[in-house]
């Protein structure tokens, strides 16, 4: 995998818990960034489809995300919204390079 210069560092691998969310701000945009308990690292928008929710405060199980505001279940993979509800939020591109966590396209 190679780097392209659209990716930012944006913290320490060892500063970003499992399961736990943490709210990075690029490029204007609030991020919410996670590492899955796979320890895949995955990243994207911190405001739930429905009414804004703050996803990086919301409880993690698996690959999914669940809502702290009113609980939309929410895939940190494809975005998707789980049924019954409906929607989808943006996913970013993540790298861990030198123990660090970069993200991209944003
Ligand atoms: S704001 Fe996320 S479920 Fe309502």
Redesign the pocket.
Known sequence: MCMTTDKVKVMKLEDLPLQIGKEVQLNGQSIAVFRLSNGDVRAVSNR?P????PLAEGIVSGEFVF?P????KISLVTGEVQKPDDGCIQTYETEIIDGFVYIGGV
């Open positions: 739930c429905h009414k804004n929710g809502c505001l009113h609980d939309w």
